[in-house]
């Protein structure tokens, strides 16, 4: 079998890519470790950028996305007695749009089918080969028989723990790494949402966020440590926790109910440098993971889509190699930056092990900078809306 460009992996970052070349005639082939409802059911993310939305667009993927989805135009902040809001729109014109990351894989999914694209689920044994010569091709096995398909690009949309990065390399790959001594322990309920805002919480017992999917559909996280096991936390314990962390008022008001899902997700900011070797291009979480904490995971996956999608257009329709000569170069200034960020917003809002009074001041103080600076505000927005491409 032959392709012009393979992708391994079939989350959001691989099956946006796969759409987007669709629409220009390029032939893609997903290859998928797991089943479609297996994937569907991970939940994530929950806060898309404009240029999120804008891709979801020019991939002709955003109908129901912009019927369901929410606009949000700014967000709270709480720490200990202050409270106050960031408003996105005021400060910068723009906003965030609320549509869960399950929403967008399925989306995402459903158009793939409509169009007749390939994606083989269940693959096991992915090995990229020849990623540094002119002809190189993608093995794997499916119930135990061994598939070959050569094709012109491998994209490596396999997530954090795939085989793509693996591929490149000790003498070519860099990693650079930060790994929180806490996790975030988030549960998804059929409840109405607390706030019409997401309330991102600092407290004395750490962080807490409230976020949602929709209006009967709430999700909570709080921070907590790396040896807590989701299945040891009952809801009761979750809810009485996630009330002790968020302002007063908040908590009078918070609805609860039974957790539909409940999972830990370890804390960690990574990237691999560099994005590209020879013909295979890392995207998304291949390449790079941030902390949960400024909504940035999904959204860095897009912009990486953004620059490889208009590279490969960029050298089918003219032979043109300088987008795909500078991806990683590109794609890197940004994923940085938001890597700046989400180390930055989780540095502010989370209570660490071995933070001192002194470390706990200068918290508080940053806090209060904020609070009372339109430019620290400022800042905060560009970031949280997303940077351009
Ligand atoms: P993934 O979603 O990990 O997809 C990779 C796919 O590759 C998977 O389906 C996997 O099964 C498959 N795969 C793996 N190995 C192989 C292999 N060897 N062969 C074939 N297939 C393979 N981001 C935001 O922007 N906003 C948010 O609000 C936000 N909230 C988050 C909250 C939580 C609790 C978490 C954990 C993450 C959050 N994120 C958020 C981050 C976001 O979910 C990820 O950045 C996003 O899933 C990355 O998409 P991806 O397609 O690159 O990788
Ligand atoms: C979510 O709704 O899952 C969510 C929202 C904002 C974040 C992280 C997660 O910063």
Redesign the pocket.
Known sequence: MRVQVVI????????LLGQLLHQKGIDTLV????TRD??LG????????VG?VNLMREAGVAKRMERESFIHGGTVISYEDMQFGINFEALTGNHVVVYG?TEV?RDLYDARAAVGAKTVFN??H?EIHGADSDAPYVT?QVDGTEHRVDCDYVAG????????RQSIPLTVRREYEKVYPFG?L?ILSETPPVNDELIYAGSDRGFALC?MRNANLSRY?IQCSLSDHAEDWTDAAFWQELKRRIPAEAAERLVTGPSIEK?I?PLRSFVCEPMRWGRLFL????AH??P?TG????????SDIHYLYHALVQVYETGETEGINRYSEKALARVWKTQRFSWWMTTLLHRFPHQSEFDLKVQKAEIAFLRDSRDAQTVLAQNYVGLPY
């Open positions: 391994i992996g079939g989350g959001p970052s691989g099956l290859l998928e470790r797991k297996y994937v991970r939940i994530r993310a929950g806060v898309l950028e999120f990351q894989t693959t096991e992915v794997y949309c396999d997530g954090f723990h795939g085989i793509s975030w988030g976020s996280y999972s997700a995207c998304g979480d291949a993971i941030v949960p909504a940035k995971g999904l959204n860095t996956a897009a």
